[in-house]
């Protein structure tokens, strides 16, 4: 095991240490994209509307707040930064986001349906996946690494 991170082994195969490194980087780049960059249409009075339509409460202040979790939640997962605290941030997020837009459960047209059913489902994976590192850390090629 690794004496920086012994969440990431190194191993023992010799060539497949320097495939890690990029992977995992891959890995939170590609997680955290949909946070960095729909976090930002949290501001928008268009966002703000949609989601005082689907009875968020004081959408004015909660929906910017939610795009702060995710833009900072994100980039510190990319960046690789207190990445364990960024990911809590994004459970937060997805936490509060989840059953507020796409509460399947209340919606009656079938294909609809089907579409909120899929982005719940998304946002467990992707909750699941941020819980990850919350225990994991951020690996290689991260401003935490070596700490």
């Given at each position: 095991?690794?004496?920086?991170?012994?969440?990431?082994?190194?191993?023992?195969?010799?060539?497949?240490?320097?495939?890690?490194?990029?992977v995992v980087f891959l890995g939170?780049?590609?997680?955290?994209?949909?946070?960095?960059?729909?976090?930002?249409?949290?501001?928008?009075?268009?966002?703000?509307?949609?989601?005082?339509?689907?009875?968020?409460?004081?959408?004015?202040?909660?929906?910017?707040?939610?795009?702060?979790?995710?833009?900072v939640g994100g980039l510190s997962?990319?960046?690789?930064?207190?990445?364990?605290?960024?990911?809590?941030?994004?459970?937060?997020?997805?936490?509060?986001?989840?059953?507020?837009?796409?509460?399947?459960?209340?919606?009656?047209?079938?294909?609809?349906?089907?579409?909120?059913?899929?982005?719940f489902m998304k946002n467990l994976?992707?909750?699941?996946?941020?819980?990850?590192?919350?225990?994991?850390?951020?690996?290689?090629?991260?401003?935490?690494?070596?700490?």
């Amino acid at each position: 095991m690794s004496a920086a991170n012994p969440a990431y082994p190194r191993s023992q195969t010799a060539g497949t240490s320097d495939v890690l490194a990029p992977v995992v980087f891959l890995g939170r780049l590609f997680f955290a994209l949909i946070f960095t960059l729909s976090g930002v249409h949290h501001f928008m009075s268009q966002t703000i509307a949609y989601a005082a339509a689907k009875g968020v409460p004081m959408p004015s202040i909660a929906v910017p707040a939610s795009g702060v979790l995710a833009v900072v939640g994100g980039l510190s997962i990319v960046l690789g930064y207190r990445a364990k605290i960024g990911a809590w941030l994004i459970v937060l997020f997805l936490l509060g986001v989840t059953p507020m837009m796409h509460n399947f459960w209340t919606v009656t047209d079938p294909m609809f349906y089907q579409i909120q059913f899929a982005m719940f489902m998304k946002n467990l994976s992707m909750m699941g996946a941020a819980l990850l590192i919350t225990q994991f850390g951020s690996g290689p090629w991260s401003l935490d690494h070596g700490k």
